[in-house]
């Protein structure tokens, strides 16, 4: 687990290196720092994980076996955790029952388009000394950041799971075409 909060903060530190400079703008206008370049990977996520909902509509109940979840159990968790995890950040967990899973296509990318939106506005609206702010995230202490970080990762992790799930069943990622 330590390990991969620490390869993942290199990459969001490489990325944030990578930026360029540009003139200095208004103090509200852009994140800074890490919270730019995870607000940029959750909309890279957003983009691939919704461009996938799109080309897997009608294999939504497609699971590679018994007991492994389907192409929109993967979709819905993710809704869930940006649900969860944008909450922690901006100190207002969800504490009400869970939606009901989403089975429609286009209810679906509306769902992760939406979700991701509302993580990147939580992201951003982090301060430096935010990111340091303990939180508990599944029973875990975990700073503001590393909550972030771990969920990113995980669902990086997810995104190859759906890669795998679209290839399997002859689908190409739209961004591979």
Partial sequence: MKTILIRYAMCALAIAS???LAPVAPAQSQPAGLQAAFAKD????????T?????????????PAQGVRSVADVFNLIVKENGLLAGVLSGTPNTGASPAPISDPEKMQEALKASYLNLQKAIAG???SDLQTPVKLFGHDLTKQGAVMLLLGDQHEHLGQSIAYARSNGVVPPWSK
């Avoid at 959750?42 to 994980?49: E, N, P, T």
């Avoid at 461009?51 to 699971?63: F, H, I």
């Fill in 18 to 20: 990578m930026a360029p």
């Fill in 42 to 49: 959750a909309g890279a996520l957003s983009d691939k994980f």
């Fill in 51 to 63: 461009g996938l909902a799109r080309v897997m509509a009608g294999k939504y109940d497609w699971k």
């Fill in 126 to 128: 982090l301060s430096d």
